[in-house]
């Protein structure tokens, strides 16, 4: 199994946190573009400082990927204060659509994040994968947000020293080790100030928002159709309450909650990884080679914990230079919970751990990280802090905050709740203060948005996507019963049908549908 393409096609979210890390019925929406609306002349009301982004043509050229076209697009860093000689260069890249039937406009694509590459996604995954219907009516597109991959990246660490801050003791027992996790979360800031200091106050969700709408208007549709997996909603839903009139077809699939607090979002994400480890147990417990017994979920949580404690004093050696320390053993484990499909790999990596080769965790870890095989990283990580640091202010106010707080963590999950809860310390030494709040995000007067939310998911809880649903005056809930992250196009005949009913028909599934 491709791990690596796995984790960064099925859509990721990592909330504020540190190391780790059928019978549809319902009203419709209107037509999405019109194939005469060109550039800002499909929106109007612009301001006058920013109707050159509106009306900029954009120059389309091979990709170097068999069928995609990619272009450059200026956005202004500062939308409150717009200067061209500070204009970002934004990556776009499209799969036009294929026919037959009538071309719907454009259907932009988020895999979430903070952090992980649209023009990836649609590369690796949407352009190729979504369903034929869709992609044969609608160009699918992706913009890779500002600060992320090939959209004016942030940058805070070399290879070797991203290997270091990976290693980072997440457990800390005393106060040694508390003072070297906080050493190293000012380095990686003090790393991001160097490197990429001039965008890092310009990365937000709003502003990530704004920039899907200069592309809305770029493209020539009326209205935005949307596609937007994890983190992906937040910047959809903030889309739609930013711009709720040209709010088309939007589907938010694993969706966040934007009311919480930083502390709750990662509070309540600890609890649904640990509602996807109970998952994992119980299916382990049924094959022959799980190595965490068959005792139940409670003795397999115990022995999983009983193991990392283990690496947290002697990790383990992997074949190379690096060693499987407890960090990224968990990370390893994390990364296996986001699908269901690398749970055998998982299985096979936890049973060699155990024997005393890290080798599999590892890679799980790496594919996590985005980690090449030469070393280096992509920029997931760096743009995921920055996005999230900006967009919230830090869950706690110093280390002795996180010690208070991990009794809850521990609660949320005996086995991850510990690490989770000092991953979430990372933005208390961001040196770029938040812009950003909770906030409920109604998006009145929009059209009918479809909220897509698993039962089991375990980065985006069940009930992030019930009060993102309930927030929005015309979302409508749609149910998976299943486990993984996100449903849409991950073999769910009666998802799929529904969602692609609405993005062809604009006939959104009743509020409530459950699959």
Not at 70 to 88: G, I, S, V
Not at 404 to 431: E, H, I, M, Q, R
Not at 444 to 469: H, Q, S
């Amino acid at each position: 199994m491709d791990t690596r393409r796995l984790l960064r096609t099925t859509g990721t979210v990592l909330a504020a946190t540190g190391l780790f890390i059928s019978g549809c019925t319902s009203g419709g929406s209107g037509p999405t573009a019109s194939a005469s609306a060109q550039g800002g002349a499909a929106t109007p009301g612009v301001a006058a400082d920013l109707r050159p982004y509106y009306d900029q043509k954009l120059t389309w050229r091979d990709c170097g990927v068999q069928g995609f076209e990619c272009a450059t697009m200026k956005a202004p860093l500062d939308y409150e204060r717009p200067n061209p000689a500070e204009d970002l260069d934004l990556a776009v890249a499209r799969k036009k659509a294929t026919g037959p039937g009538q071309r719907l406009g454009s259907l932009q694509v988020n895999p979430g994040g903070p952090g992980g590459s649209a023009i990836g996604y649609l590369q690796a995954y949407a352009g190729i994968g979504y369903p034929a219907p869709v992609r044969a009516q609608y160009d699918m597109v992706a913009i890779d947000p500002r600060g992320v991959a090939r959209s004016e990246p942030v940058e805070c660490l070399n290879g070797k020293e991203m290997d270091a801050y990976t290693q980072v003791d997440q457990t800390p027992d005393d106060q040694a080790e508390t003072d070297r996790l906080v050493a190293a979360y000012k380095n990686f800031a003090e790393g991001c100030v160097k490197r990429s200091g001039e965008i890092l106050p310009h990365v937000s969700t709003v502003e990530a928002a704004k920039d899907m709408d200069v592309l809305r208007a770029v493209l020539g549709d009326k209205k935005l159709a949307y596609v937007g997996a994890s983190y992906g909603t937040f910047l959809g839903a903030m889309y739609a309450d930013l711009f709720p009139s040209r709010v088309g077809r939007l589907v938010l699939d694993g969706a966040m909650d934007p009311t919480l607090p930083a502390i709750e979002l990662n509070r309540d994400q600890t609890g649904g990884f640990e509602t996807a480890f109970q998952s994992f147990a119980k299916d382990c417990a049924a094959q022959a080679d799980c190595p965490l017994g068959k005792g139940g979920t409670a003795d397999a949580g115990k022995k999983l914990t009983a193991f990392l404690n283990e690496l947290d004093a002697d990790p383990a050696p992997t074949g190379e230079s690096r060693v499987l320390t407890e960090s990224l053993a968990t990370t390893g484990v994390i990364a296996a919970m986001y699908d269901e499909s690398a749970w055998p790999q998982l299985r096979e990596a936890l049973s060699r751990a155990m024997e005393g080769d890290g080798a599999g965790l590892l890679a799980l870890a790496d594919s996590y990280y985005e980690r090449e095989e030469d070393g280096s990283y992509a920029n997931l990580m760096f743009a995921n802090a920055a996005v999230n640091c900006v967009d919230l202010p830090p869950a706690f106010t110093g280390p002795e905050a996180v010690a208070a707080a991990v009794p809850s963590f521990d609660k949320a999950s005996p086995v991850f709740g510990k690490g989770l809860a000092w991953a979430s310390l990372n933005c208390t030494y961001w040196p770029v203060k938040a812009t950003g709040k909770p906030q409920r995000l109604e998006a009145k007067g929009a059209d009918p948005i479809v909220v897509v939310g698993t039962t089991r998911d375990p980065a985006t809880p069940y009930k992030w996507a019930e009060a993102l649903a309930g927030q929005l005056s015309s979302g409508a809930l749609l149910t998976y019963d299943g486990d993984g992250h996100t449903a849409y196009g991950r073999g769910s005949d009666c998802i799929d049908t529904a969602i692609n009913r609405y993005l062809l028909e604009g006939k959104a599934p009743a509020d409530g549908t459950k699959c």
